[in-house]
């Protein structure tokens, strides 16, 4: 495993600003980071040039930027909607964020492409329903991600904040069951730590069933369901068991930290030291999957 963060970790700032992709890329770097998750999600959801038109000039910005640093980008995390609601407003414009996502992945070199199933809530049969939609939308979706050479990660979601209702795929049951369906060789999981963290699921027992489906994670903590993505350690979450876990199932891909809230409220004048301890502890749990890895292969 290596270290990587999501844009995001530098995005939102004080007095709800937000940091250009350039600037995101370059402040990530200074602390440390070459490996890096475009999070396209943040870009299409906030007024950026990303969803204005002559967005390409964002992306070869982002390119420009990337290699002056020597940055990999492994990861991104795609735009969503919720393609089970028949009432969605702008679908064909968040289909096109969705695509533009899927080209600047390919030309980024982005490996996983993350992104979020939908939940058909008006139907009796909500996850049967919600997966024969899965299986409709995503077929397309992968077939021009492998296109462009990109994988797509389907990620575990939660769904407490909407209790007593439930979001389909926010169990490794269900992303497992879906992902086997797909019968394309790009797909995979993006394990979200927080996300079942949050909805108390056994970490351990979610990642042996998903085994080699993981290509991507999400890395986070919480403390309940309005104060999340944190740094690790800022929360209940247990961060032995995860690195035990993901050492046992021999995980290949990166550890990839989605912390929004992290830096929100930090001034620039603190941001080197905050994003330089983030990655120093990045580097401590890496440490602990390594002493997990070499105790078993000495077993």
Known sequence: M??????????????????????????????????????????STFQTPFREAGWEKWLEEAIEEKEKWGIEFSQ?????????????????????????????????NIKWLVIHAGTDFDSATLVKS?????????????????????????????????????RYTTTAEELVDLVDSLPYDNVGICWDVEHASIMQQSQTKALNLIGPRLKATHISDHNGKNDDHILPF??????????????????QGDFTYETHRYTQAVPDGAIPAALKYSYELGQYLLSLAKADTDKTNAG
Request: hydrophobic residues 40%; proline residues 4%; aromatic residues 10%.
């Open 2 to 43: 290596r270290l990587s963060t999501s844009t995001c970790m530098y995005f939102n700032r004080p007095g709800g600003i937000k940091a250009g992709v350039q600037d995101s890329i370059r402040r990530l770097a200074e602390a440390g980071y070459r490996v890096l998750d475009m999070n396209f999600h943040d870009f």
């Open 76 to 108: 991104g995390h795609s735009h969503f909607y919720n393609y089970c609601d028949p009432g969605v407003k702008d679908k064909e414009y968040l289909d096109e964020l969705i695509r533009r996502g899927i080209v600047s992945a390919g030309r980024l």
């Open 130 to 166: 919600s997966k024969e939609k899965a299986l409709e939308y995503f077929k397309p979706v992968i077939e021009l991600a492998a296109e462009h050479g990109v994988g797509i990660a389907i990620e575990n979601l939660w769904d407490l904040n909407i209790s007593p209702l439930r």
């Open 234 to 251: 800022m929360g209940p979450t247990d961060w032995n068991e995860i690195m035990n876990a993901l050492a046992r199932i021999g995980y």
